[in-house]
Every structure is written in C-alpha cells, then in structure tokens.
C-alpha cells in the first residue's frame, strides 16, 4: 500500500474511533462536502436483513459521490449471531452489533434504522421467518420506516422473488420491502402511525443485483441483459484521499464483533441495480433521474439554493467562515419553507456547518457518567468562538426540563469561557436500551411508544440547547450531555452520560446448576447508583426450592462501591428447574435489574439493564475426570458452564501448548471456532494430536467451513449444514454407544428444551474411522449426521461436534449438561 494512502485510512480510523466517543470536529474539505450534501434534496434507503448484511460501497457511493441522503434500514440488530470478540450473545450481542452499525455509518455517511424484528438465529425459508417474526408487525415498522425517512429511491440488497434459497431473514427483508413500498402511500394501512408522520410514495424500487445470486457468471448474464443499472462506485475522493472503496472497507471493518476486519480495497468497481416497480428511469446511469433533487424541489427552495449554490462554487477552504452571513441567511429561509419534513433536515445540516465555520466549541461535561432519576447533576460547560465574528451566548436551556440560565455573554475570538450549573434530569426513565424495556418474544421485542420503534438507540437523557446571537438572528445548536475526563494512560475519554437506577443487583452465574441435594452458596453483589444508599435484598426462589437467611442488610457509603452478601439455597431432591430472581429494596422501592456494562474501544460504552436472575437446574448428572484444559475461540462461556458441573477447568495460551503441558488434562476442549480465530493452532497441532494418540480425549467445537483447516487425525469435511429448528427430532443412531450411556444415560428426552438450533457447520463427509452418533434434520430436508463424530486415535478419542453447546450450557438445558460430561469422559468407563 503506498504510504499516502496508508496515512490517510490510519488518520481516518483514528477520527473515527474518536467519533465514537468525542464530539465531531470538522475540516475545511469537510465542511465543504457538507455543503454539498445541504445541496441535494433526495433520500436513498438501503433494506437488509442483519447487521453487516448492508453494502457499503453503495451506501458510501451514494452518500459521498451522489450526496444523497442515504439510510440503511436493518430489521433486525443481529442477536442471533455469534461473537469473535467477547462472551456477549443474544441481546447485550445485539447491543454490540448496534452500535458497530452507527460506527459504520458514521464512516459512510448513513443513517441508521431497525425494526423491532428480533434475531432468532439461522432460517432456512421465510414462512417460516415471517412466521416466528409476526410478519404484520415487522411489515408496519418497515411502513414506518419509509413513511418517516420518505426515501425517494429504496434498494433491497436481496431478491424478493427466490424464498427458500437463502437465509430466511434476507429474502423476507425484500419480500417485506416490496410489499411496504406501495403500502406506505395508502392511509388505510396502519393509520395509527399518521399521527406522527404522513404517508409516502417512493419513486422506485431496485434489487443490488450481482452473479453472487446465481448459480455462474453466464446465468446472471442472461437472466439481467438489458435491465441493470450499473455504475463504478470505485471513485476516488481527492477531498478526503481515499477512494470510495476504500472508505467503504474501513466502514464494513467497524463490524469486529463478526470478524469483518478487512483490507481496504480501491480502484474500479461496478455496482448493479434491477429495476423492480415504480417510475422508470430516464437515465440509465442515474437512479435519481427524473427526480428533482435540487432546492427547486420546495416551494421557494430557490432562494436558497441561489444562496448555497453559491458558496459551493466560490468556497474559501482557508477561511470557511468568510460565508457565515450567507450561511445565515439560508438558514432563515429554511425555517419559513412550508415541507417541514426537508426543513428539519436542511435545518440540521446548515447548523452543523454554521457550527464549523465558526471553529465554535460547545461542551456540556458532567462530573459523573451517571446519575438516579429524578435527580439533579453538576455539569461543566466550555464554550469557545474560533472565528473573527463577534457572537453572544444569550442563555442556555436545559431539555428536557425546558430550564433557562440566561447568560448575555459575548463570545470574543478564541477567549475560552468555562462555567458551570446544576441541571434537573426531571426524569424516571433509565437510559438504557429503549427495545430491552420491555419482555421480547422470539421473534419481537415489544416498544410501544411508536415514536422510538426504529430509532438505533435510546434518545440522550440531557441535552443543553446554546442559544446563540449570531448578528440579529438567534440560532440553538443542541449537545448531549457527556461525561469528559482523562486517564493517565490513556488520555482524554468520553463517555455517554446515563441516567441509571439507585441499586443494582448481580449474579455472578446465569445458570446454578445442583448436581445433588447439597445446598450451595449464592453470592448476590448489589451496586449503588447513588451515594449512601441502604436497604435489604432478597431472593426469590421457585417452588420447592429453599432460601437463606430470608434477606440480608446492605449499607453503602460510595456511589459506584459494592457489597456482597451470601445465600444458601437448597434444591428439591427431584429434578427441577426455575428461575431464581434478586430483589432489592430501598426506601420501599423495589430494584430489580442487573447493570451490564459493555466497553470495547470501537464503540461507545453502552450501560444496559437486565433481570437481576438466573436460571436454576436440579439435575441428576455424573462425571468422569476433573481436570478440563480449555482453549479459548471466538469467546464462548462453555468454561464456566463446566465449572457448575464440578470440574476445574484451565484456560490454555495456544502459545503454551506442549506436550508436557498437556499431560495433566483429563480432556483438551477447543472453544467454538477456535481453528478459524487463533492462528497459533496451526503450529500447535501435532502436539495436540500426540496427546490424543496417547490416551487423552480431545473435544473440538464447531468451526466455520470458509478457509480452514481442522487438522483432525482422519479426514473430516466441514460444510454449511446446519439444522435451526431447536424442536426438530434428534435420532439416535446407536443406543449401545458408551458416548450415549457413561456416565449419564442420554434418551431423546435430552434434546428437549434446546434453544435457537441444534447445530451449525456440520462436517458432511468423513472418514470411515470416525462413528457418527446422532441424525437430524429440518423439515423437508435430508439426515443430517455430522453434528457428533468420535474417532478412535492411537488410545485416546477425538470428538468433532456442530452441536450448540455454546448456546445450549448458558441456558441451563440439561440434557446438554448431560451429553457435553459424557464426552469429557469418553474412555473413562474402567
């Protein structure tokens, strides 16, 4: 790569990894391309399934070289998938993924939607999606999507018309879309929504075509002659000295937690659409044609385009704020349009360059990241005018309470004003993810407040709204209130500022297993929200189950300190299973949630709240062997699910591995693509094998078929076999196997109560050493019977499953329990 570009997509990830936490400021080029941006009147969205799904090369093409803007509705936020950088599935995976999609388009220049549709995992038909999903919701929130965005063109990135040839999820977004793009017109459809916004009518409607979809080149060819429009989305932006490929690699990159780290591409690269309904199109090459995307568009929108098409072709890149007046004046003349869906827009962005030409600094910093409801917070704030124009601070306004500090301050050149007040939240609403709130189905998350569905993340809590003097025109530029601070080895940090409850609880364990009669220690720790905080905390437990002492006292000076207190709950003496619930009382209040905080350097810190509970199994389990050397994938809590059942587990550094290392193991388990994730296995494998060959039983977990190599001691074929429906029918292919009878008898019984699939990434072919144990299969598919291979090497065993333990062992499943020790004790049986 040549040095120049190196620098300029380094100099970008760092910005961006700034933006994630730190305020936006903008450069001249910048500044430049958000006028360009104030220029186009015309909306493009772009549908898909999942996070990651988007292209990003068209939405980047879209938003930087057309200057539309340019939005990327997700139906869902990705919960079902797997994650290669923490332990985080389900909804804190979704939180995660969320947050990757606003990284990637603060990059690409999009704006980011949803829909309540939940992730549940792998669907191989979209009846079946549309189904679990409740299609009629998911079909609503897609209507409002289009109804309040008002895109003039939409693309799907999959084919409505090829069910059953993908995923379910992709080919119901398109179905979904085609479906909404008439619907959002007809006022007779989801009349509730029109409260809040109007009806809509899209001008046309496309499918991101290319020969991925067909079976060869020759296909697509033949089925598409004639009916694309392609353009080069390859271009090269000399303001920002990257190609828009390259950008849009950086922007697909943000997405770590599925392993989309790439190299970044440039040069030439066509993108094709299909024209599915709508207006046609005039000019093959330009799929806004025919559409007005000029100021012309709004009644007297040309006064103000005479104005900023001006600016455009006379900018001063040295000295951006020499167009302050003209600025000004435009944006007078958007708050008189009559469209107030484009004023709102137009009137963002103009604010945003105003802002930056300005150079103008406006900070509110509170002195903690959080605080309860219905409290008050100290706040910071520093305010900086980097231009020659003469401005005044006239007051400051305090949202939601609407407060007013008048100020009547006059902000000189570069002379830095810093002051501070305590601001009201007036607020009983935590600031936590808004789609969590409430208890979700399989397939929905419930949000009933119609103005929050589909926004990406829970609206700040506090804001400060600047009420400028500009001249004679009074302009208000609004900031989220953050928490600003430093570390010694790490620099400046910001953080978003939340407002959380008085007391929090935590499990340390979602799952308690009771292998016995025997009681067990639960720890409860509590958290204060707040400080000098007291009360007491229970635990609720399920029928038949006993608890002790009845509550336990907490005191807590500190905000942000913790107290651990202990119960001891005893399980029935049958098998049983529940949920084990904390319960916090303070001042007569009830505080049940849990505070997760999740915090990877790629995205904000997110704060999320959970059910302080956990899920508790009285089961009937033996074991054989007690030392379990683990080797960690792409992040799984398999190791902890292992120590509920009574073994020590150790987590072995790849690099470490040799083979006297080895020796003290009962088993050697290999966590969920680690063959795919830890490049070190590599050169490790022999080592891993000899200790097979030599009388140790060795697990290895279910890795992706793309690029891999097991090194298993007989030949094994990964493919894309999967079966999703956790209910289907799980046969038994021999009863007399001892992997089915030691130490625990496994029955068809054990495979009920599993969640989201049974298995992913099955091998397909095998050698004739390896002894397949189950077969399965979905609805109107063949046998599937790779999910459990054992193989006989040398005097040890080696295993090789697809099934989702991962998943299964976080949620308490039993006969799961029951399966994964018998393989731990494969050749134990003397």
Do not use: C
Request: proline fraction near 4%; aromatic fraction near 10%.
């Amino acid at each position: 790569m040549h040095k120049d570009t190196f620098l300029s997509i380094g100099l970008l990830l760092i910005s961006m990894n700034l933006l994630s936490q730190k305020p936006e400021k903008l450069t001249s080029n910048q500044i430049f391309e958000k006028v360009q941006k104030l220029n186009f009147i015309g909306t493009a969205l772009y549908i898909a399934a999942h996070p990651d799904d988007e292209n990003t090369r068209l939405i980047s093409y879209l938003s930087n070289e057309t200057k539309a803007r340019t939005g990327y509705l997700s139906l869902t936020r990705g919960d079902g998938g797997q994650n290669l950088i923490g332990p985080e599935i389900r909804e804190l995976l979704g939180v995660i993924r969320t947050q990757e999609l606003l990284a990637a388009r603060r990059i690409d220049g999009g704006t980011q939607l949803f829909t309540r549709a939940n992730d549940f995992g792998y669907s191989k038909h979209p009846d079946e999606t549309l189904q679990i999903w409740d299609k009629e919701q998911v079909l609503s929130d897609v209507v409002w999507a289009i109804r309040t965005f008002k895109p003039d063109v939409i693309i799907n990135r999959f084919d409505h018309r090829t069910p059953g040839t993908t995923h379910g999820h992709h080919t119901s977004s398109a179905m979904l879309s085609y479906e909404a793009f008439d619907l959002a017109a007809n006022s007779s459809k989801y009349p509730e929504q029109l409260k809040f916004t109007s009806v809509w009518q899209p001008h046309r409607l496309f499918f991101n075509t290319s020969s991925w979809f067909y079976k060869n080149q020759s296909d697509y060819q033949k089925a598409t002659k004639g009916k694309l429009t392609s353009f080069d989305v390859g271009v090269f932006y000399p303001l920002k000295g990257l190609s828009n490929n390259e950008l849009a690699s950086v922007a697909s990159s943000q997405h770590l937690s599925q392993g989309f780290g790439r190299l970044s591409t440039r040069g030439s690269q066509d993108e094709s659409l299909e024209f599915l309904k709508g207006t046609p199109l005039k000019d093959k090459n330009d799929i806004f044609s025919g559409i007005n995307t000029t100021w012309n568009r709004l009644k007297n929108g040309g006064e103000i385009g005479e104005i900023l098409y001006q600016i455009e072709a006379d900018f001063d890149f040295v000295h951006p704020s020499t167009h302050l007046p003209e600025f000004v004046k435009a944006y007078r003349k958007i708050q008189e349009l009559d469209d107030q869906h484009w004023a709102k827009i137009k009137s963002q962005q103009i604010l945003e360059i105003i802002e930056a030409t300005l150079g103008l600094y406006l900070e509110a910093s509170a002195v903690s990241s959080s605080v309860i409801p219905d409290a008050s917070i100290e706040v910071e704030f520093e305010v900086l005018n980097r231009s020659k124009w003469f401005l005044e601070l006239e007051s400051i306004t305090f949202l939601p309470s609407g407060n007013v500090l008048s100020k009547n301050t006059a902000l000189k050149s570069n002379q830095k004003i810093n002051f501070a007040a305590t601001i009201a939240t007036n607020s009983l609403v935590y600031s936590a993810p808004y789609w969590l709130v409430n208890e979700a189905s399989l397939g929905m998350y419930s949000v009933k407040d119609q103005e929050l569905r589909g926004k990406p993340e829970t609206p700040r809590p506090l804001q400060v709204q600047f009420n400028l003097l500009i001249g004679n025109e009074s302009i208000s530029i609004v900031k989220n209130v953050v928490r600003r601070t430093s570390e010694r080895d790490q620099g400046e940090i910001y953080e978003p500022f939340e407002i959380l409850p008085k007391i929090t609880t935590k499990l340390h364990d979602k799952v308690l297993l009771f292998t016995d009669g025997s009681t067990q220690k639960i720890a409860v720790d509590v958290l204060a929200g707040v400080g000098n905080v007291s009360g007491e905390v229970k635990i609720e437990v399920p029928e038949n189950w006993k608890v002790s002492p009845a509550s336990n006292d907490f005191v807590i000076v500190q905000k942000k300190d913790k107290q651990r207190v202990d119960f001891f709950v005893t399980p029935p003496n049958e098998a049983s299973e529940g949920t084990l619930k904390v319960v916090a009382i303070s001042d007569g209040v009830s505080y049940r949630d849990e505070l997760v905080e999740i915090n990877y350097d790629h995205i904000p810190k997110q704060s999320v709240l959970l059910k302080s509970e956990a899920k508790v199994v009285r089961l009937n389990i033996q074991k054989a062997g007690s030392f379990i050397g683990y080797v960690k994938g792409a992040g799984d809590k398999v190791p902890e699910s292992l120590r509920q059942i009574g073994y020590t587990v150790t987590l072995i550094n790849p690099e470490e591995i040799l083979p006297e290392s080895l020796q003290k193991f009962d088993a050697i388990v290999l966590g969920i693509r680690a063959y795919n994730v830890v490049k070190e296995l590599q050169f490790k494998q022999k080592y891993l094998l000899d200790y097979v060959e030599n009388g140790g039983n060795m697990i290895v977990q279910y890795n992706t078929s793309r690029n891999v190599i097991i090194g298993a001691p007989f030949s094994l074929s990964l493919s894309r076999d999967r079966v999703t429906d956790e209910t289907a029918e799980v046969r038994i292919l021999d009863d007399n196997h001892s992997l089915l009878n030691f130490p625990n008898t496994i029955t068809s019984k054990d495979f009920e109560g599993w969640v989201q699939e049974r298995g992913l990434y099955f091998p397909d072919s095998w050698s004739a050493q390896y002894t397949p144990i189950l077969s399965m299969n979905d609805k109107g598919e063949t046998p599937k019977k790779g999910s459990l291979l054992i193989a006989k090497y040398g005097k040890g065993n080696y295993i090789y499953t697809g099934l989702s333990f991962f998943r299964e062992l976080p949620a308490g499943v039993s006969g799961a329990y029951k399966l994964f020790a018998n393989m731990l004790s494969v050749g134990k049986e003397e």
